[in-house]
């Protein structure tokens, strides 16, 4: 019923720019937060970065500065735009958002499969 996509990982040195894009579909009726999150293995996940649907943000110390996230809702899209980035940086990225299916009463989370980033130094 719901697909949740990213796509922009990559390969980047030390001090580039990546953008990550997570695009959701389906039968939505509304998607209220979105988020990103991060995990390297043998670590737990972490929230990079979440938006509320009326813009408020909020960010991770370790990339304040650094990481912008936006959100265009008539693509039902959330980006991460990813500067100045670090080999700490490196990780599988994952969007997830709280989506409202029609026909439905509750909204739900749905995860994204991933992708990676790579920093080098």
């Known amino acids: 019923q719901v697909q949740v996509v990213e796509s922009g990982g990559g390969l980047v040195q030390a001090g580039g720019s990546l953008r990550l894009s997570c695009a959701a579909s389906g039968s939505i009726q509304d998607i209220n937060g979105m988020r990103w999150y991060r995990q390297v293995p043998g670590n737990q996940r972490e929230l990079v970065a979440g938006i509320t649907r009326a813009g408020s943000t909020n960010y991770a110390d370790s990339v304040k500065g650094r990481f912008t996230i936006s959100r265009d809702n008539a693509k039902n899209t959330v980006y991460l735009q990813m500067n100045s980035l670090k080999p700490e940086d490196t990780a599988v990225y994952y969007c997830?958002?709280?989506?409202?299916?029609?026909?439905?009463?509750?909204?739900?989370?749905?995860w994204g499969q991933g992708t990676q980033v790579t920093v080098s130094s």
């Open positions: 997830n958002a709280d989506i409202l299916l029609w026909g439905h009463i509750y909204s739900k989370t749905y």
